[in-house]
């Protein structure tokens, strides 16, 4: 699995992971979740649709140490989907599931999450480097082909 490595201007360096831009149909937004101290605390990546129909799907990459990822906060990437669709509330996490999907040579330990609503799918995984990944979409269903989609964003995509 390929990443880009993001170097914030404080706190640690770490890899994104993304489907490239020139691979999606519909326009990208890029989005940083900066630490009180300017440090870069998540990388977001949302795939919107052509013709404006709204957001296709979140990625997350949020670092270790990254209060999105403490107990309680909820799942923020799948928030922010729900959020962008005007939706005015968050449905319930009924369950996680975890199961085994093979990346290229190697395992990945998949963790799938159940809403109460069901067109809310959300899978995450994390990386050897601690980076915790999360997917999610409204109304399409996440695959395991979708990993294969994954790839390094070149560094001029973030400016860098």
């Known amino acids: 699995m390929g990443f880009l490595r993001r170097r914030p201007p404080a706190g640690p360096d770490f890899d994104v992971l993304a489907i490239p831009f020139t691979d999606w149909p519909g326009s990208v937004v890029v989005a940083m979740l900066p630490g009180a101290d300017g440090s870069c605390q998540g990388i977001f990546v949302r795939y919107d649709l052509l013709a404006g129909r709204g957001p296709a799907m979140l990625v997350g990459n949020l ?54 609503e069901g067109r809310l799918a959300c899978v995450e995984f994390d990386r050897s480097d601690d980076v915790l990944v999360r997917i999610v979409s409204w109304d399409r269903p996440i695959t395991d082909d979708i990993f294969a989609l994954l790839k390094p964003i070149p560094a001029e995509s973030f400016g860098g």
Not at 90 to 108: K, N
């Open 63 to 116: 670092p270790a140490g990254s209060p999105a990822r403490e107990d309680g906060v909820g799942r923020i990437e799948a928030q922010q989907l729900v959020a962008a669709l005007g939706h005015e509330e968050m449905p319930e996490e009924l369950s996680v599931e975890e199961h085994p999907v093979m990346q290229d040579d190697g395992l990945l330990i998949v963790r799938r999450v159940k809403y109460a």
